[in-house]
C-alpha cells in the first residue's frame, strides 16, 4: 500500500484547512486508517483515526471538537477537516495504514504498517 497525502499550507488561525490521503491497493477498505503529526523539535503524535467502516473514530484530545476524520472507501481516500486552526497545530501531518484486522487503539498507539510522505500545514497567529 502506499498512501499520498496533500491538502497543507499556509493558514490563518481560527481558518479551516482539509487534507486527503489516497491509497493505492484495492484492499483499502480493509485497513485502519489514521492520521499523525509532528511539530517542529518533537515527537509525532496520533490525531486521529477511523475504522475501516468509518463506524468508529478515536481522536487526541488537543484536536477534539475541532477536527474530523472521515473516509470515502470508493476513492480509496482518507480525509482529516481542521477546523478552528491554532498556531501550535502546525506540524507536518502524516496519514498512516493498518491492516489485519488491526484496531484504531493500536494504530492511534503508533502500530501503522504504511506510512504516507506527509504534508506540511501552517498555522499564523
Known amino acids: 500500500v502506499q498512501l499520498q497525502a496533500s491538502g497543507g499550507g499556509l493558514v490563518q488561525a481560527g481558518g479551516s484547512q482539509r487534507l486527503s490521503c489516497v491509497a493505492s491497493g484495492r484492499a483499502f477498505r480493509m485497513y485502519v486508517m489514521g492520521w499523525f503529526r509532528q511539530a517542529p523539535g518533537k515527537e509525532r503524535e496520533p490525531v486521529a483515526a477511523i475504522t475501516w467502516g468509518g463506524g468508529s473514530t478515536e481522536y487526541a484530545d488537543s484536536v477534539k471538537g475541532r477536527f474530523t476524520i472521515s473516509r470515502d472507501n470508493a476513492k480509496n481516500t482518507v480525509y482529516l477537516q481542521m477546523n478552528s486552526l491554532k498556531p501550535e497545530d502546525t506540524a507536518v501531518y502524516y496519514c498512516?495504514?493498518?491492516?489485519?484486522?488491526?484496531?484504531?487503539?493500536?494504530?492511534?498507539?503508533?502500530?501503522?504498517?504504511?506510512w504516507g510522505q506527509g504534508t506540511l500545514v501552517t498555522v499564523s497567529s
Open positions: 498512516a495504514a493498518a491492516s489485519g484486522g488491526k484496531t484504531i487503539s493500536f494504530l492511534f498507539s503508533g502500530g501503522a504498517d504504511y
